[in-house]
């Protein structure tokens, strides 16, 4: 998975074809600005994908997305996963 200025792309065949994932179907204009993704260090199919006000997680490898979380979350830069507790995630901000 790889970020653009317009979603997530993926490839599945070592970078030879690229295709755009379902990241900001139905989503507002302003949220299309995805930063950074991360993987959930025990299912691999688990990823979560942040803009800067929004956490996205998909559980299909990024065919899919959801919204764990409805609240606004301000000015979001990096995010990380817990390596020992993927129940946690660490997301990076600026004030």
């Known amino acids: 998975i790889f ?46 994908g942040i803009t800067y006000s929004h956490l996205f997680k998909s559980e299909d490898n990024g065919d899919n997305w959801i919204m764990p979380t409805t609240r606004y979350l301000f000015d979001l830069w990096s995010m990380a996963v817990d390596p020992t507790n993927p129940q946690k995630i660490y997301l990076g901000c600026s004030d």
């Open 3 to 48: 970020t653009t200025d317009c979603g997530f792309t993926r490839s599945e065949d070592g970078g030879k074809t690229w295709d755009n994932l379902n990241f900001f179907k139905d989503r507002p204009q302003e949220w299309n600005e995805p930063l950074e993704f991360a993987f959930d260090p025990v299912n691999p199919n688990v990823v979560y």
